[in-house]
């Protein structure tokens, strides 16, 4: 596990972004919106519009880093709660079924 120092600020984007962006495009985003200093070492985390994705920007001192995460079983979980199948499949192969059944309906 990789945890930040202690007083490292985090800015969390309070809309949901494009997660099609790059570090270009969120650094970008970072300077244009925030007007804030990419190398401070902040964090800055960004969500999906479907918060389902999480990419976080961060400088650690020799180059920017990108993380990126796929929050899959949570939103599997969450859809089990509102009707949908307990026993939902959750290997990416079951989530990547799930989410072209969404679009198909429409629903994604």
Partial sequence: MIAPGS???????????????GMDGLAAQVQNVLAADLFSGALFVFRGKRGDMLKILAWDGSGMCLFAKLVGARKVRLAADRGGSASA????????????R???????
């Fill in 102 to 108: 969404l679009a198909a309906d429409g629903r994604a």
């Fill in 7 to 21: 007083g490292v600020r985090v800015y969390l984007a309070t809309q949901p972004c494009d997660m099609r962006k």
């Fill in 89 to 100: 499949d959750t290997t990416p192969a079951g989530l990547a079924r799930r989410r072209h």
